[in-house]
């Protein structure tokens, strides 16, 4: 049994794997073992694998591209290990990345899972979009970090460079207790992409688990190598993901309200997004993510009764009472540390 196996998940990514693997390798297999789960990648990926890397990697070939929550879940299946670490195959890593993650999550058995400081390849004294230094949620289920509220991304100047509770960890770089992993259910593979981390993380944090960033460790990460930001299916899979994980995990006095406004929100939100922006794409991309919510919500009825079932708290701190909304557009707070 390996006490930390690093999981890179990979679908058609040989030019960052070639780019940024032997860093990986390099900073990290002495504290871990490191695999590579190939989503069925149609490029030379596994080549690649099997000849540069046959002695370095152990790779785990599954039978068709199951997304990112599900590739993950059919992966880790085959991995026995106390700590696992997902970790994206554009991330670029660094001396000694590992022993801070490590050290605090042996120190501290109530943390279920954690993530190392997410800065940005391109500029290097920025925080990175997907992650920064820990996430959050506002009331209406909008997502933020210590360093990124929406498209403000701040200048790394060591602000956040506490270790803090957080709401969720990135997927980029994400650290989780085996058990915790599986007795939370792992990712919901019905969400393919997007959104997944952070409904694991919730229901982590429903569980009466601890999510912490731990800033000593930091790592750089390219971002968006799967899908462009304006790609009408990631606005989809945003939309729909994230309705469905504010179903799965509101608790039950907020329900209905929060799911009113989002309606409005939403469309106010398609909207801004044809009238603005001029773009058509996106503007279906919310109406189809709706619509799909709909179709597919009476499905997960049971997966509501089950995570409310395990509800240790009504209120999650990390989880905000304002609107991120009204914060950033009405208030003008555009930096995490100005929010209330």
Known sequence: MD???IVILNWNGVRMLQKYLPTVLQYSRDEATVYVADNASTDFSLELLHTRYREEVRVIELDKNWGFAEGYNKALQQVDATYYLLLNSDIEVTHHWLTPLIEFMDAHQNVAACQPKLLSVYHRDNFEYAGASGGFLDRYG????????????ECDNGQYDTVQDVLWATGAALMIRAKDYWDAGGLDGRFFAHNEEIDLCW??????????????????????????KSNPMKTYLNF?????MLYKCL???ELRHVMRMRW????LASFEMLILKRNWGDFRAVFRARRAFKHWR??????????QSTRQTAQIAERRTFSLLWQYYAKGRKRFSELP
Not at 142 to 153: A, K, L, N
Not at 203 to 228: A, E, N, Q
């Open 240 to 244: 729909r993901n994230n309705l469905t």
């Open 251 to 253: 608790p039950d006095d």
């Open 142 to 153: 909008y997502p933020f970090c210590r360093g990124r509220i929406f498209d403000t991304v």
């Open 298 to 307: 009476k499905d997960f009825e049971a997966d509501r009764q089950q995570i």
């Open 264 to 267: 409005f929100l939403d469309y």
């Open 3 to 5: 006490k930390l196996a």
């Open 203 to 228: 229901r982590l944090r429903i569980r009466g688990r601890r999510v912490c960033c731990v800033p000593d460790s930091f790592v750089y990460h390219v971002g968006g190598g799967t899908l462009p």
